[in-house]
């Protein structure tokens, strides 16, 4: 099974901490990934003996082994090149940004 738990912000660390306590104790879980900022979540799953994968940041850094791998957001590249564009004059930029691993726009920290 999955659960889902929203937290309508991108950094909350007692929303995501006490949500992920709750899906610990209340459902059992034995993992928890994240699409939030904060290391919050991967912070409390490691507290409760469990593993997990973090988002943004390699957060095998900053919480430890417990944390599998993170995807990590390297968005610069997209963003010198629409500024470049603007600076040429070509303020109509057709970009898709949600450009992935084969432009180098998101990676995974190593396992």
Same mark, same amino acid.
């Given at each position: 099974?999955?659960?889902?738990?929203?937290?309508?912000?991108?950094?909350?660390?007692?929303? #995501? #901490?006490?949500?992920?306590?709750?899906?610990?104790?209340?459902?059992?879980? #034995?993992?928890?990934?994240?699409?939030?900022?904060?290391?919050?979540?991967?912070?409390?799953?490691?507290?409760?003996?469990?593993?997990?994968?973090?988002?943004?940041?390699?957060?095998?850094?900053?919480?430890?082994?417990?944390?599998?791998?993170?995807?990590?957001?390297?968005?610069?590249? #997209?963003?010198?090149?629409?500024?470049?564009?603007?600076?040429?004059?070509?303020?109509?930029?057709?970009?898709?940004?949600?450009?992935?691993?084969?432009?180098?726009?998101?990676?995974?920290?190593?396992?």
């Amino acid at each position: 099974d999955i659960y889902l738990t929203w937290m309508q912000s991108w950094h909350d660390d007692r929303k #995501e #901490e006490l949500a992920t306590r709750r899906l610990i104790k209340y459902y059992g879980v #034995e993992g928890i990934a994240q699409h939030t900022d904060s290391r919050s979540p991967q912070l409390a799953a490691r507290d409760l003996g469990k593993m997990g994968t973090g988002y943004n940041t390699d957060m095998l850094l900053t919480v430890g082994d417990t944390v599998l791998t993170s995807p990590i957001l390297q968005w610069g590249g #997209e963003y010198a090149l629409i500024v470049q564009h603007v600076l040429d004059g070509d303020v109509n930029v057709e970009t898709t940004a949600w450009n992935g691993f084969d432009k180098g726009a998101v990676r995974l920290s190593d396992l």
